[in-house]
């Protein structure tokens, strides 16, 4: 399985600004995955994202939003834009496994006040 | 898309006993996990199992995909098993992916 690492693991932010998440994978991927979970809810897969060209956004999420970049096969970034309170949520990246498993990192709890 | 429908909603177990979850979703499945969320909110992977059973110690995993459910065993439930437990799936199709969808999940309580 692979070592997934999420930078920051929680952060309080204010209405109206955007934050950065990070996501380092300890090995080489073809995709990375953001999900989204909201408070009580369960996960919502926010876009896919492959090395060398542009995420592919699930509906309901857009790019202006949450623009994410993917730098090498190692590395990816979210960013949450002009953050709300309805944004609050656990953020979460995660990769695929040679035998189709999943697995995520440890998430990122982002609370807006 | 996918309907993935989990059962029960909430349980609560006494140390000790056993317990079934159960996943049902609506249409053929090249991919299946379960994962249990643990109170801190780390994901951890049970076992990927698009068809067949698996055990992986007090844990054992049924899936039958013909009839499209899947069931999760605890047997001598501990207080450790508490969390959600979600059940996740991605549609059969041609091209490789990894795009799961979650069931709502089954919240549980262990109590010593």
């Known amino acids: 399985s692979a070592v997934i690492s999420q930078k920051p693991s929680r952060d309080i932010c204010q209405r109206g600004t955007s934050l950065t998440i990070q996501c380092q994978v300890d090995?080489?991927?073809?995709?990375m995955f953001w999900y989204r979970q909201q408070p009580g809810q369960s996960l919502t897969l926010i876009a896919t994202?492959?090395?060398?060209?542009?995420?592919?956004?699930e509906s309901g999420f857009v790019i202006d939003k949450f623009p994410i970049s993917r730098p090498n096969l190692t590395f990816s970034t979210l960013t949450v834009s002009n953050m709300s309170p309805e944004d609050s949520s656990i953020y979460l990246c995660?990769?695929?496994?040679?035998?189709?498993?999943?697995?995520f990192g440890e998430g990122s709890r982002l609370t807006v006040l | 898309g996918i309907q993935v429908e989990q059962s029960p909603p909430d349980l609560i177990l006494q140390e000790g006993a056993n317990s079934t979850l159960r996943c049902n979703f609506s249409?053929?499945?090249?991919?299946l996990q379960w994962f249990h969320q643990n109170p801190w909110g780390q994901l951890i992977n049970l076992f990927y199992?698009?068809?067949g059973t698996k055990q992986n110690g007090r844990l054992s995993a049924t899936t039958v995909a013909t009839e499209r459910y899947s069931l999760l065993y605890i047997s001598s439930s501990q207080t450790t098993d508490s969390g959600v437990y979600f059940c996740?799936?991605?549609?059969?199709?041609?091209?490789?992916?990894?795009?799961?969808?979650f069931g709502a999940g089954t919240i549980l309580r262990v109590k010593s």
């Open positions: 199992i698009p068809s």
């Open positions: 995660s990769v695929g496994g040679w035998t189709g498993e999943l697995f």
């Open positions: 996740a799936v991605e549609r059969l199709k041609v091209e490789y992916g990894n795009k799961l969808v």
């Open positions: 090995s080489q991927v073809t995709m």
């Open positions: 994202a492959n090395q060398g060209s542009e995420a592919t956004y």
């Open positions: 249409d053929s499945v090249n991919n």
